[in-house]
């Protein structure tokens, strides 16, 4: 795939990711150009290398709509990374702490962070190795089935992780992200024969696709980590759709993109 197309892929992926995160945050933190800009920084820089190292052998309609998943799913994953294990910050603003916490007590010594940063990375590569193994020169729905909603698992037990010991622990919540997950690699399973491509990627459409869901559709009810808390910039609860134009078109893009991979010739899993 051409270097250039992949840098527009994602700067639209970090472009979508930061619009629903400036959307939900906005009337609590205040609008911020740089962390707005941050996201799709990033996943252009992420496009490039997974095209540069990976296997996008054209620049068709398929091949966008897989590197966008991907792109979507790394980002979202090293920023995660960052904010749970690395980042120091005031974590009084959230009802829900950000930062690494156990029982929803945080884990302020810098040390055992850092470990548990290491530990975490290591468990989420030898998940990939796995689907790498399980789907390597395999065909078929049932290879898709087994490793299509694995993604999906890795946002279940890192949300429950963060979220029950303060709302609860959520059956549905729960099986939510590997079920959309599962549905989202049957698609993807379509466009490519790399059945890691096909898992992250729809790791990737599950958290765009819920965040959707859960920022706009509710653009009223408090996210969790901000439940209870004052809204400090009540001015951007009006300025804030100054961006859904926006959101929408690459929402738009991505799904005509879809559709046209499904109507051209293509080969994948399934």
């Known amino acids: 795939m051409n270097l250039t197309v992949a840098f527009v892929v994602g700067c ?12 939900k945050d ?19 820089c992420i496009a490039v290398a997974v095209v ?28 995660e990374l960052y904010k749970t294990f690395l980042r120091d910050e005031d974590q009084e603003k959230y009802s829900i702490p950000m930062q690494l916490s156990v029982r ?5 010594r810098r040390r055992t962070r850092l470990l548990a940063a ?9 998940i990939v190795l796995a689907i790498d193994a399980v789907g ?20 279940a037990f890192g949300g429950a992780w963060k979220d029950a010991p303060v709302e ?31 898992a ?24 969790g980590k901000f439940a209870g808390k004052e809204v400090r910039y009540p001015e951007w609860l009006e300025k804030r759709y100054r961006f859904v134009p926006l959101y929408v078109a690459i929402w738009i893009g991505i799904v005509v993109v879809s559709v046209v991979a499904l109507v051209q010739p293509h080969h994948g899993l399934i």
Request: hydrophobic share 55%; aromatic share 14%.
């Open 136 to 155: 390597n020169g395999s065909e078929g729905i049932v290879v898709v089935l087994v490793v299509g909603s694995l993604g999906g698992w890795i946002s």
């Open 118 to 126: 290491a530990a975490y990375v290591v468990a989420v590569v030898a």
């Open 26 to 44: 906005a009337p609590y933190e205040n609008f911020s150009l740089r962390t707005y800009l941050r996201s799709p920084v990033l996943s252009a």
């Open 168 to 198: 609860g622990f959520q059956p549905f919540k729960f099986v939510r992200s590997p079920l959309v997950a599962l549905a989202y690699a049957l698609l993807l399973a379509s466009f490519t024969t790399v059945a890691v491509y096909a």
């Open 200 to 223: 992250i990627g729809a790791l990737g459409y599950t958290v765009a696709t819920l965040e959707t869901y859960k920022t706009f559709f509710k653009p009223n009810v408090p996210r």
């Open 52 to 79: 540069a190292v990976g296997d996008f052998p054209s620049t068709d309609a398929a091949g966008i709509a897989v590197l966008f998943g991907l792109t979507y799913a790394i980002e979202r994953g090293l920023v």
């Open 12 to 23: 639209f992926a970090g472009l979508h990711a930061a619009t629903w995160g400036t959307f």
């Open 104 to 108: 929803g007590a945080l884990v302020t």
